[in-house]
């Protein structure tokens, strides 16, 4: 199957606490504030297929195993390509995705000890070849990531250790240099503001003649 890159599908990744969420807010704002028309989705999610497969894998009562909890989120991406991205994509629109490919990359390959490679063959397959033309990563360390958690109710993919945390964020990493054209590594350690100076300054770069 031949990789497409969709100029105008921008993905969000780090692990959890790394800031997404209010990343991804205030460059709608940012957008807004340019006239562009954005689209937010989230993984795995997007629409009503999606968010029930959602509900089921954040589950904490959930007892799921690892394979099982991999094509899981295959399935919520393959609806959410299907039904939501590829539509979106054909009217000429960005989308903006909290977490996508690289996720199931990081969190089943690197964090749970699945094939890699298997993974990767697979996500084309659900993605029907598509792939982001940037990609965010938000880097922060475990401990951050830890602290920035500790006050709130974890579901079933937050309530990890640190193990499990730093062997994904091993993988981020390792992403980020083997694909240093699509996925673009900022401090998330950083201020806010400086953050979304960054993520608009990359962005303005990546789609020079569409954003001023």
């Known amino acids: 199957m031949d990789i497409q890159l969709i100029n105008k599908l921008i993905t969000f990744e780090g692990i959890d606490g790394s800031g997404k969420s209010t990343q991804i ?25 999606s968010e029930v497969i959602r509900e089921v894998l954040l589950d904490r009562d959930n007892k799921i195993n690892s394979f099982s909890e991999t094509l899981l989120f295959l399935a919520s991406r393959a609806q959410l390509v299907d039904e939501t991205i590829l539509p979106l994509l054909a009217k000429d629109e960005f989308v903006i995705c909290d977490r996508f490919i690289d996720s199931t990359v990081v969190y089943q390959g690197y964090g749970r ?11 084309l ?7 982001p033309h940037l990609t965010i990563y938000i880097n922060i360390d475990v401990d951050m990531s ?4 500790s006050v709130v109710n974890n579901d079933r993919m937050e309530a990890v250790g640190k193990l499990f945390l730093s062997n994904v ?26 953050i979304q100076n960054n993520i608009q300054n990359i962005i303005k770069e990546q789609y020079k003649g569409l954003i001023c």
């Open 146 to 149: 830890v602290a920035r958690r």
């Open 25 to 49: 807010q205030l460059l709608n704002d940012w957008f807004d504030s340019n006239k562009i028309k954005i689209n937010n989705i989230r993984e795995p999610g997007g629409n009503n297929i």
């Open 125 to 131: 397959v659900t993605t029907q070849g598509i792939l």
């Open 113 to 123: 000890g699945l094939d890699i490679d298997l993974i990767n063959k697979i996500n």
């Open 169 to 194: 964020k091993k993988g981020y990493d390792e992403l980020a240099d083997l694909y240093s054209e699509r996925i673009k590594m900022i401090n998330g350690d950083d201020t806010i503001s400086n």
